[in-house]
């Protein structure tokens, strides 16, 4: 096992990842830039290295500087968290030139699972369903448009190297089609260097459901059932929840084989995500594969009993799954609301300043709270404008949501407007207390 952890992160997964180290014993080193001097993750870790400026391209994305922050205080390992170099093979490739181990994916298996196409080409490969859509990187627009038509609108237009929504537009009807071609290359060039796109077929009140998967170096892998995550916002995610509230369970294990089976296909380690698209009918398609930890995560910890960071320090240490299939249940409902400094009523416009005043909900059997805020916290626009991820578990989805309506109203919050409000009007919602809902 590890003595020493680096932590390639900011924010509450930099506190989370401290948190399940220091339960193993393991010590760890926080990264941070000018601007999180005094936050949160640097305070709770056993060391700390400043790595740059403000601006995340000049520190908390420094190749150089978190390597340097590496052979300075003799980490062996490095967590990448989700989000900055978490899916970047360049970089997994340097550390494991440098001798250091990536508590994560190989470089081979992000370059795989990263390119959507190769993705699909891969499930298809295995007969898992893909979304209808074009053979490869759509090169033109001429192109773009002979495939669409063929397919039929409406249609998006993907980045092959995308996520979290970026480079990925919507065409309703050809007069869309130049406009959301150009932007999603546009969007994809500035946010991940690399300007491919390709096209699928938008299919109609769709759901978003992800399978979550953990894999060793010993050849075994599992499945932890499912997050529902079609409750989104310009693509994304905004609350998730485990179980899906549409999945059966015949559904659920013939989604879950399938994930598992493209997990043994690829040799792949860690934890990673398969992301479906499920019809109204529950018929399923691929549609990619997330190679880090997910922002949701907790809600599929609290439904499982298992400690997803945990497993994945033990599989990168070279340690067997302690797991099997069979020792995997579902326990209870969990559901996770993102807490943003945005303001709902004026179109979730971003919100900067001092929190002056932070006290979020007491913590116990049945609310988490993630967070790397405290009062007195600056919300800059470096960085994501996240507050915190309020996680409530209850024996069924109803004692979920009334756990969650309580929780949101004990929020204390001055000095930054939030998105409180939106949460608090989701969980009275009709469609969303029925489940009847989609992306």
């Not at 949160?40 to 400026?53: K, L, Q, T």
């Not at 470089?107 to 190769?118: P, W």
């Not at 990925?168 to 796109?197: H, I, P, Y």
């Not at 060793?216 to 079609?230: A, F, I, K, P, T």
Request: hydrophobic content about 40%; aromatic content about 8%; some cysteine.
């Amino acid at each position: 096992m590890f003595d020493k952890i680096l932590i390639a992160n900011r924010g509450e997964i930099a506190l989370r990842v401290v948190r399940a180290a220091r339960e193993m014993g393991i010590a760890t080193v926080a990264v941070h830039s000018t601007a999180d001097a005094d936050a949160m993750h640097v305070r709770m870790a056993d060391e700390s290295v400043c790595i740059g400026p403000p601006s995340s391209t000049d520190s908390y994305l420094s190749v150089p500087a978190i390597i340097a922050a590496c052979e300075i205080t003799g980490a062996e390992a490095i967590h990448p968290g989700y989000g900055f170099l978490s899916e970047n093979a360049n970089f997994v490739q340097i550390v494991e030139d440098h001798g250091i181990k990536f508590i994560g994916p190989t470089a081979e298996h992000i370059n795989l699972m990263g390119d959507k196409i190769t993705a699909k080409e891969t499930m298809k490969n295995l007969g898992v369903p893909c979304v209808p859509g074009s053979d490869g990187g759509v090169p033109t627009l001429a192109e773009a448009h002979r495939v669409s038509d063929e397919m039929g609108f409406p249609v998006i237009v993907k980045a092959t190297a995308g996520g979290g929504g970026r480079g990925m537009k919507l065409a309703r009807t050809k007069t869309d089609l130049d406009l959301a071609f150009q932007s999603a290359r546009s969007e994809s060039k500035a946010a991940f260097g690399n300007d491919e796109v390709y096209i699928e077929k938008y299919l109609t009140l769709p759901r978003h459901i992800e399978i979550q998967v953990m894999a060793d170096s010993h050849g075994n892998v599992v499945y932890l059932n499912e997050r529902e995550c079609s409750l989104q916002r310009r693509h994304q995610k905004v609350i998730e929840e485990a179980p899906s509230p549409f999945l059966d369970e015949k559904t659920r294990k013939k989604m879950g084989e399938q994930a598992v089976a493209l997990a043994r296909a690829v040799d792949y380690e860690s934890a990673g995500t398969v992301e479906f698209i499920v019809d109204p009918q529950r018929n399923f398609y691929f549609l990619e594969m997330n190679t880090r930890l997910q922002v949701e995560h907790p809600v599929t910890e609290m439904t499982t009993g298992v400690d997803l960071v945990e497993l994945m320090i033990r599989v990168a240490a070279g340690e067997k799954l302690p797991i099997a299939q069979k020792d995997v249940g579902i326990n209870g409902w969990a559901i996770e609301s993102r807490v943003y400094a945005e303001d709902p009523f004026r179109n979730f416009l971003p919100s900067t300043g001092r929190l002056v005043r932070y006290q979020p909900p007491l913590e116990d059997a049945h609310v988490r709270v993630d967070t790397g805020v405290f009062p007195g916290y600056e919300i800059t626009p470096f960085y994501d404008s996240m507050i915190s991820k309020l996680i409530c578990y209850g024996e069924t989805r109803g004692e979920a949501v009334l756990r969650m309506r309580r929780a949101l109203e004990e929020y204390r919050l001055m000095g930054v407007k939030t998105n409180i409000p939106f949460h608090q009007h989701m969980m009275d919602s009709h469609r969303f207390l029925t489940g009847n809902f989609h992306t």
